[in-house]
T-cell receptor, first 113, second 115 residues
């Protein structure tokens, strides 16, 4: 069965520091992977997605993620965080027919001034 | 880009009444729509998957008679919370998908408060 694990519930980093949010998936075939960000009381905004090709994916707001099949991971990174990056981040996996989307439990990011 | 619109964004209803939330794909045909529920500080929980013209597929534990989903056209799906109770208060989000997983878009969400 498909599943997504985000092992970190809450992460705090200093403004300007680098960031890495972890995501591990379980899926039989090559998955379609997404990272979304959600600000309090708001909907979801797509940061980036991976379907095939280059395993390093660039997204909006300076985010990137790397698909590592051997580790079943799709970690989200940003070289220098801004206070506005404080939000909840969700990793998601979708099967190729888009018949089901599974979300991770989310990681709450706090930024230390 | 493609947009998925949800309406209303916020709704307050009295306990025992029913409330309908609409999800529209504005510039593409959504063969599949998903409905999610999100409690405060929690992840999105898939409630049901609906395909145009057919009955929705509900996830385990979701009451299909309470959460009625209709996907009558390729651009509109509705979620009706029947006989709402305070515990149904939550953030409901829909997403719409075209023919491929690459075309999955989310609505802005709808806050439901049952008083």
């Amino acid at each position: 069965a498909q599943s997504v694990t985000q092992p970190d519930i809450h992460i705090t980093v200093s403004e300007g520091a680098s960031l890495e949010l972890r995501c591990n998936y379980s899926y039989g075939a090559t998955p379609y992977l997404f990272w979304y960000v959600q600000s309090p009381g708001q909907g979801l905004q797509l940061l980036l997605k991976y379907f095939s090709g280059d395993t390093l994916v660039q997204g909006i707001k300076g985010f990137e993620a790397e698909f590592k099949r051997s580790q079943s991971s799709f970690n989200l990174r940003k070289p220098s965080v801004h206070w506005s990056d404080a939000a909840e981040y969700f990793c998601a996996v979708v099967n190729s027919s888009a018949s089901k989307i599974i979300f991770g439990s989310g990681t709450r990011l706090s930024i230390r001034p | 880009g493609a947009v998925v619109s949800q309406h209303p964004s916020r709704v307050i209803c009295k306990s025992g009444t029913s409330v309908k939330i609409e999800c529209r794909s504005l510039d593409f045909q959504a063969t599949t729509m998903f409905w999610y529920r999100q409690f405060p500080k929690q992840s999105l929980m898939l409630m049901a998957t609906s395909n145009e013209g057919s009955k929705a597929t509900y996830e385990q534990g979701v009451e299909k008679d309470k959460f009625l989903i209709n996907h009558a056209s390729l651009t509109l799906s509705t979620l009706t919370v029947t006989s709402a109770h305070p515990e149904d208060s939550s953030f409901y989000i829909c997403s719409a998908s075209g023919l491929e997983a690459s075309t999955i878009y989310f609505g802005e969400g709808s806050w439901l408060t049952v008083v």
